[in-house]
């Protein structure tokens, strides 16, 4: 049953399923654009590594903005929290179309980092406060799906706009600028978040189920993160493609991912959140050992569309998880822990998976990943079943 005394309005649905995707996601539209950055910059003092993050920058503020605006999330509210973030957002992230210093470039970036974290924990926050059961479990799958449609966009998006001039690669990121003044008007705040002294006083308390989902979330971002850091090396090395062919097969598992966010609420009312958590991972496993033992086309597609296919049910199963362990007034807080980690992983792949590489191949890493994830996957195992969701 929904919190809210009346029926949600369509224009709030939109905000809560484009707002945090949009911030998320707007960033991927940067890439194609980062040959013709290094042209830029090629005089700038290792310019590789600080055009390099331009795109990597983001997720460190996410992982340093990530509790404390979970905090304000609990302590202001998630309307605030939002508003401020998407406005936040469009401004830093379409900046870049007017700067021509790497420097000022990469203070825009950062900035970029500390909304998505506003924007994301606010987002699912609401979700998990607007809707309940099954109901939230298919809302839940519908915001990873349009993240999964997202990366699709984007990356085409970037493409398009880069033919132009880089600069235009960052207006891809206005569209908050529109889902600014809606947030606004559409979004209305819960109910339980009004009264401020009992956040206050609440405590968020953890216990193993919480501990494994924040664990789950960070090894199966830092697994997965190998693919898009490795796959273009990986497949040209392997079977002589060129962006064309890795771009394609990196939509397809987009989209895998965008099937699995529709589909996963008519799979969770038959399976419940710890069996899930040991399936998708398992699954996803299974993707990144095919990926790894590839030698011909057919391992490649199958991998990348498995992994993709799981990686949407893993997003999904988790955060829905994390809703129903967490009463209202601790939501923000769980929810910063959770996006943390999910950028620390993705932050620290290619910090340990680079030297892995250069001593090893790039196929033992995607095995490595297959290997991290399938235990992930079984550590869920040791978990006791619960019957009952107790919220904390």
Request: aromatic share 12%; with cysteine.
């Amino acid at each position: 049953m929904n919190t809210l005394q009346k029926p949600i309005n369509p224009f709030t649905k939109v905000i809560l399923l484009l707002g945090a995707n949009v911030a998320l996601m707007a960033g991927a539209s940067l890439t194609p654009g980062m040959p013709a950055m290094m042209a830029e910059f090629e005089n700038v003092p290792g310019a590789g590594f600080w055009v390099s993050m331009i795109i990597t920058l983001p997720a460190l503020f996410v992982v340093i903005g990530g509790p404390i605006t979970g905090f304000f999330t609990d302590r202001f509210g998630r309307k605030p929290v939002l508003v401020v973030s998407l406005l936040l957002s469009g401004l830093s992230g379409s900046a870049g179309f007017f700067l021509n210093s790497i420097g000022a470039i990469l203070v825009t970036r950062a900035l970029v980092g500390l909304s998505i974290a506003g924007a994301t924990i606010a987002t699912n926050s609401l979700i998990a406060d607007y809707f309940e059961g099954q109901e939230r479990a298919k809302f839940m799958g519908i915001q990873s799906a349009f993240t999964g449609l997202g990366g699709v966009v984007f990356l085409s998006l970037g493409g398009i706009l880069a033919d132009f001039n880089w600069h235009y690669s960052f207006l891809a990121h206005l569209p908050l600028l529109i889902l600014f003044p809606l947030a606004l008007i559409f979004i209305h705040e819960p109910e339980e978040i009004a009264r401020h002294e009992e956040v206050l006083e609440s405590k968020l308390k953890l216990n193993p189920t919480k501990i494994y989902i924040f664990a789950a979330i960070l090894l199966g971002q830092f697994s997965f993160v190998t693919v898009p850091i490795f796959l273009a090396y990986y497949l040209t090395a392997l079977l002589g493609v060129g962006g064309t062919e890795v771009g394609l097969i990196g939509a397809a598992s987009g989209l895998f991912s965008f099937f699995a966010g529709l589909l996963y609420e008519r799979i969770s009312r038959r399976i419940r959140y710890r069996e899930m958590a040991i399936f998708s991972f398992f699954l996803s496993g299974c993707g990144f050992m095919a990926l790894g033992l590839a030698k011909s086309w057919s391992l490649v597609i199958i991998g990348e569309l498995i992994i993709g296919f799981s990686m949407g049910l893993i997003v999904s199963n988790l955060t829905t998880w994390l809703a129903s362990e967490v009463s209202p007034q601790v939501r923000g807080r769980a929810n910063g822990i959770f996006f943390t980690m999910m950028f620390l992983g993705q932050f620290f792949a290619s910090i340990v998976y680079t030297p892995i590489v250069n001593a090893t191949s790039l196929d033992f890493a995607y095995i490595l990943s297959a290997v991290i994830i399938i235990l992930t996957g079984l550590a869920g195992l040791f978990l006791r079943r619960d019957i009952s969701q107790q919220q904390q």
